[in-house]
C-alpha cells in the first residue's frame, strides 16, 4: 500500500513533469475576486498535439450547482489514496486554499457560502467556449475531444426527447469518439438508431453480440493530429446489465474484458500508433488497476464514479485523468509526441465557472432551441428548499432523504429505499423546487416507484450486496455508484468487513425498534431493474408530497452510522 507520505512525493514529482493541473494564474487571479477568461483558458504552448476531455455530463445542458461528496471511501490498497479523500482533507492533500475557487470546485467544504460567492458550473455553451478557442489557438488539425459518456441522460429535456437534445448539441460540438453507459438505458433500438445519427464514432470495445459472440460496436479508431498517430479505444461501462435493466438491451453483453483491451492496445501499435488513449467509462479504482496490468496504454481518460483531480495519477507509464461530471470540468492535455512515443504532457483540469467563461452564440441558441418546447414546464414550482439539497457521497444526501420522505408518505410505506447514482445537481437553501431541478435528480427510463414486502433478512441481504458492489477490495468486483439510500430505518456500516458483515444494528426509526429477520415490512422504492416494475413515475410521487408539504427542512440524516 503506498502511504500518504509516498503519494505526496510521487505527486510533487509529477507535477515537476507535467505542471499543475489547478494552482496558477486563475487560482491567484481569483482569490482576489479578478477572474477572467484568460486566467481559466490561458496556456502556453506546449507539445505537438492538444487533448481534450468531458465526460459524465448527464444531460445538463445549462449551468448547475453540484457539491462534491464528503464521504469518498476507498477500500484496501487505495485507502487514502486519490480519489477517495473529501473535504479539508482532498484541500490538505493538494495544497488548496479554504474559501478559494478550486476548494469551491472540487470539495464540499463550506459549500453553501462559496456557492454565493462564486455561482454555478458547466454548461454545454461555455464548453463549446473552451473547445473552440483551444481548436484556434491550436489549430483543428492538432486538438482531439472525446466524450467519457453519461451524457444523453439526467434531464427532464433528455428524458422526453429520448436522448435527442443532447445528440443534437454534441454533434454541433464535434467531439471526435464517445463511449457511454446511461445512453444504453434508452433501450438497444433506440441507441443503434441514435448512433446512426452521431457526427462521431460511438466506441465499446467490451461490448459483445449475445447470438454470435462478436464485436457489436467499433472498438477503436485511428485518428492523425499534431503529425501524429493516435490511436483511441472504447471501453462502456462493464456492468451496465447488471446495474441498469439488462432486459433493455438484451442482445448485448458487456464486461471489463481487460484481454479485449490489451488486444486492441498490440493492434494499434501495430498499426502504427504513437499514442494510445483509453477512454473509459469504467470508473477510476478499475481504471487504476486496468493500468497496472495491461501494458501500453499512455493515457486513461477515466469516467463513471464522477471523480475530479486537480492532478494525473500515474500508475507506471500510463497516466490516469479524472475530469469530474455535469460539466464542471474540461481537462485539457498538451502532448508532446516524437519517434514513436509520447515523451512528455502538461495537464490542466479547467474548472468552468460560467460567470467567468462567456457562453459560444452558436451553442447557446441550440440549447435554446432544444429546450424551448419544455420551457413553462422546467420552470414549473413545486415546492421551497430551507437547506441544501445535494445527493453525491457514498452515503445518504438531502435530496434522497426528500425523496425517501415523499416515498414513505405518497406510497404508505414503513422503509423506503432509493437508488444510489451520483448523479443529481444541487440547489442551494432558500430556492424554489422546479420540475427541472426535480427531474435532475431522478430522470430516467425506469422510474416506476413500487410498493413491495420485504422481510427484514431480505432488506440485510439488499444493503450487503450494494455494500459489495460499493466497498469490494478488488476494483474489477466494484459497480461504482454510492450506497443505497434508505428512508425510515437506520443501520451501521463498515466497509472494511468483508460480504455479509459490513450491515449491522439495523433499526425502524419510528419505534426505534431493531429490524426482525423474519417479519415482513412495507417497502417503497423505485428504479428496479425488473421488466414490469408498477408504479407511479418517482418525479409525481415526489411532486405529490411537495404539494402537501411545499416548504422542506432537510434534517440530519440519522440513517447511517458509520464504523471505522
Avoid at 505527486?11 to 486566467?39: F, H, K, P, Y
Wanted: glycine fraction near 10%; charge should be negative.
Amino acid at each position: 500500500m503506498v502511504s500518504r507520505r509516498e503519494f505526496l512525493a510521487a505527486t510533487a514529482a509529477l507535477a515537476s513533469i507535467t505542471g499543475s493541473g489547478l494552482v496558477g494564474r486563475w487560482s491567484r487571479a481569483a482569490a482576489q475576486q479578478r477572474m477572467s477568461e484568460d486566467d481559466l483558458l490561458g496556456a502556453p504552448s506546449f507539445g505537438n498535439l492538444t487533448l481534450l476531455h468531458v465526460t459524465d455530463i448527464h444531460a445538463q445542458l445549462k449551468p448547475v450547482y453540484f457539491r462534491e461528496p464528503a464521504v469518498n471511501i476507498g477500500i484496501g490498497a487505495v485507502a487514502g489514496l486519490p480519489p477517495h479523500l473529501s473535504g479539508a482533507d482532498f484541500l490538505k492533500l493538494y495544497r488548496l486554499e479554504p474559501g478559494s475557487p478550486e476548494a469551491y470546485a472540487l470539495t464540499c467544504e463550506d459549500y453553501a457560502a462559496l456557492a454565493e460567492r462564486y455561482g454555478k458550473m458547466g454548461g454545454l455553451d461555455r464548453i463549446a467556449t473552451i473547445v473552440k478557442r483551444a481548436r484556434a489557438e491550436r489549430g483543428e488539425e492538432n486538438v482531439i475531444l472525446l466524450d467519457g459518456g453519461d451524457t444523453w441522460q439526467g434531464s427532464f429535456t433528455a428524458n422526453a426527447t429520448n436522448g435527442a437534445d443532447m445528440i443534437a448539441c454534441m454533434n454541433l460540438l464535434k467531439p471526435d469518439a464517445m463511449t457511454g453507459h446511461w445512453e444504453f438505458t434508452y433501450g438497444a433500438d433506440r441507441v443503434s438508431e441514435a448512433k446512426d445519427a452521431l457526427a462521431f464514432p460511438f466506441l465499446g470495445s467490451n461490448i459483445f453480440d449475445t447470438e454470435w459472440n462478436e464485436p457489436a460496436f467499433e472498438a477503436w479508431k485511428m485518428f492523425e493530429r499534431g503529425g501524429a498517430k493516435v490511436a483511441v479505444i472504447g471501453q462502456a461501462f462493464p456492468y451496465t446489465p447488471i446495474a441498469n435493466p439488462r432486459w433493455l438491451i438484451p442482445g448485448w453483453s458487456f464486461g471489463i474484458r481487460e484481454e479485449e483491451v490489451a488486444k486492441h492496445v498490440e493492434a494499434a501499435k501495430a498499426a502504427g500508433a504513437d499514442v494510445v488513449i483509453l477512454l473509459s467509462h469504467n470508473g477510476f479504482d478499475v481504471d487504476r488497476a486496468m493500468a497496472s496490468r495491461v501494458p501500453g496504454i499512455d493515457v486513461i481518460l477515466t469516467g463513471h464514479t464522477h471523480d475530479a483531480l486537480p492532478e494525473p495519477v500515474k500508475v507506471g507509464k500510463t497516466v490516469l485523468i479524472a475530469s469530474g461530471s455535469n460539466g464542471k470540468f474540461v481537462s485539457r492535455l498538451d502532448l508532446d509526441i516524437g519517434k514513436g512515443e509520447l515523451k512528455d504532457l502538461r495537464y490542466r483540469l479547467i474548472p468552468v465557472f460560467s460567470d467567468v467563461i462567456p457562453p459560444d452564440g452558436e451553442m447557446a441558441a441550440k440549447i435554446d432551441e432544444v429546450r424551448a418546447p419544455y420551457a413553462d414546464q422546467l420552470g414549473a414550482v413545486l415546492g421551497r428548499t430551507e437547506g441544501l439539497l445535494y445527493r453525491r457521497g457514498n452515503f445518504n444526501g438531502t435530496w434522497d432523504d426528500l425523496i425517501c420522505d415523499a416515498l414513505l408518505s405518497e406510497r404508505d410505506a414503513e422503509i423506503a429505499l432509493s437508488p444510489g447514482f451520483r448523479w443529481g445537481t444541487s440547489l442551494p437553501a432558500g430556492r424554489d423546487i422546479t420540475v427541472e431541478d426535480l427531474h435532475n435528480a431522478c430522470a430516467m427510463s425506469y422510474p416506476a416507484a413500487y410498493r413491495t414486502t420485504m422481510s427484514g433478512a431480505m432488506l440485510k441481504t439488499v444493503l450487503e450486496d450494494v455494500a459489495d458492489n460499493l466497498f469490494n477490495a478488488d476494483p474489477y468486483y466494484q459497480q461504482g455508484g454510492d450506497m443505497v439510500r434508505v428512508g425510515g430505518m437506520g443501520f451501521a456500516i463498515d466497509p472494511a468487513q468483508t460480504m455479509g458483515s459490513r450491515i449491522s444494528d439495523m433499526v425502524v426509526l419510528k419505534t426505534e425498534t431493531p429490524v426482525e429477520a423474519a417479519r415482513d415490512y412495507v417497502v417503497a422504492g423505485w428504479a428496479s431493474v425488473n421488466e414490469g416494475t408498477e408504479g407511479p413515475p418517482i418525479w409525481d410521487v415526489v411532486s405529490d408530497h411537495l404539494k402537501a408539504n411545499p416548504v422542506y427542512t432537510p434534517s440530519e440524516n440519522r440513517s447511517v452510522k458509520l464504523k471505522s
